[in-house]
Every structure is written in C-alpha cells, then in structure tokens.
C-alpha cells in the first residue's frame, strides 16, 4: 500500500521568506502522480502543483516549485517570497495510475508571520 | 476551471436520522467521484469511490450500510449518512475528476459539516 509522510505538523516564517515543505511516500510504482494541495481556513481544497513521476523536470508554478527526488522517494515544496495568504494547511499527495485514488498525508499547517 | 459544488455546507441533524449531501460537477462530467472525511486539524481520509452508474467501492473499514453512495448520472453523487451517530460528525469533502483530465488532479468541493446531536 501506498503512504505518504509530512514530517512537518507546523511551520511558521516571516513574510517574504523561502520555506521547504517536506514530504515522502512509499509505493512499488513506477508510474504516479504527487500533488501538493493547500487548505486554508475556509477548508477548500486546492490544486497548488501537480508533478508526474516519468518528468524529471521539477514543476513550478509561479511562487511555487517542488524538488522531486524520485529515487529517494521525496518530493518537497518551496514557496519564494511567502505571502500572508499563504497561510494554510498544506497537504502532499500521491496518486497511483492503477486506481486513480489520491491518497493524503498528514499535513502541515503553515503559519506566514507578518 | 473545473467547479465541484456541494450541499449543504453545513447541517445539523438529531441522533437516529439520515441526512444526505450532494456533491455535483457544474462544468465537467465525471465518470468517478471520491468522498473523503475529514476530522478537526487532521488529514482527510477516503472513504469511498463513487462510480456512475454502479456500485460504489468503500475503503476498509468504512460501513457500506451506514454511508450510502448513489452516483445516478455523470454531474452527481450523494452520500446519505443513515441512522447518523454523534460519532458521524465530522467534515464530509467530495472531489471529481474529468473525464480524460484525470491526471491533472481533481476538483474538491467546499465540504459539509455534519454535526449530529
């Protein structure tokens, strides 16, 4: 079975700080898809960046670039010059080809200071 | 872009009633629907997959006969919470994915609260 592990309960930084996600996961796949969604306080659930297994490139989407590490099993989140809107809980998650399930990790909660 | 809606948002129910929550695809069909629960600063956990126009598949460990699923057509799927429990009480999230976009993540709704008393 497939697990996801986000070592990180709760971070804060300081606006327009770098902060580093970390997750890793588990799966005897070679073909997946990992997502790091963010929940803010208003609970809905969104897309942040989505990363395909087969790509070696890194995704980035604006703000927002993950270190995909897939050897290691890893797949970390940075967010550049973080914004108080930032502010959310942050979930990493794995996707197998197979069933399509998107299985969650525990979650961060990340804390942007002004 | 993709819009999941879903009703109601929040409900209260007594103990020993069934409430139901519609969870819709607005611009997109979707083959396949996901309910998820999710408990208060915890990480949402699936429950079933809703397919149309079949059977839904449960996790392990989730009661069939307590959470039914119907997924009629290709924009909606309802989850009734029968014989609800105060142990039922919980965030209740839905999510959809396209058809042919499967791979680019999935759409959640806003998510229910339940609260049984």
């Known amino acids: 079975a497939q697990t996801v592990t986000q070592s990180q309960p709760e971070m804060s930084v300081q606006e327009a700080e770098t902060v580093t996600l970390s997750c890793t996961y588990d799966?005897?796949?070679?073909?997946?898809?990992l997502f790091w969604y963010k929940q803010p306080p208003s609970r809905q659930m969104i897309l942040v960046i989505r990363?395909?297994?087969?790509?070696?490139q890194n995704a980035t989407e604006n703000r927002f670039s993950v270190n995909f590490q897939k050897a290691a099993k890893s797949f970390s989140l940075k967010i550049s010059d973080s914004q108080l809107g930032d502010t959310a809980m942050y979930f990493c998650?794995?996707?197998?080809?197979?069933?399509?399930?998107?299985?969650f990790g525990k979650g961060t909660r990340l804390h942007i200071l002004p | 872009g993709a819009v999941v809606s879903q009703h109601p948002s929040r409900v209260i129910c007594k103990s020993g009633t069934s409430v139901k929550i519609e969870c819709r695809s607005l611009?997109?069909?979707?083959?396949?629907m996901f309910w998820y629960r999710q408990f208060p600063k915890q990480s949402l956990m699936l429950m079933a997959t809703?397919?149309?126009?079949?059977?839904?598949?449960?996790e392990q460990g989730v009661e069939k006969d307590k959470f039914l699923i119907n997924h009629a057509s290709l924009t909606l799927s309802t989850l009734t919470v029968t014989s609800a429990h105060p142990e039922d009480s919980s965030f209740y999230i839905c999510?959809?994915?396209?058809?042919?976009?499967?791979?680019?993540?999935?759409?959640f709704g806003s998510g229910t609260r339940l609260t049984v008393v």
């Open positions: 999510s959809a994915r396209e058809v042919g976009r499967q791979n680019y993540g999935y759409t």
């Open positions: 799966t005897s796949e070679s073909n997946y898809y």
């Open positions: 990363q395909e297994a087969y790509k070696q």
């Open positions: 998650a794995f996707m197998n080809h197979l069933d399509d399930k998107i299985i």
């Open positions: 611009d997109f069909q979707a083959t396949t």
């Open positions: 809703s397919n149309e126009g079949s059977k839904a598949t449960y």
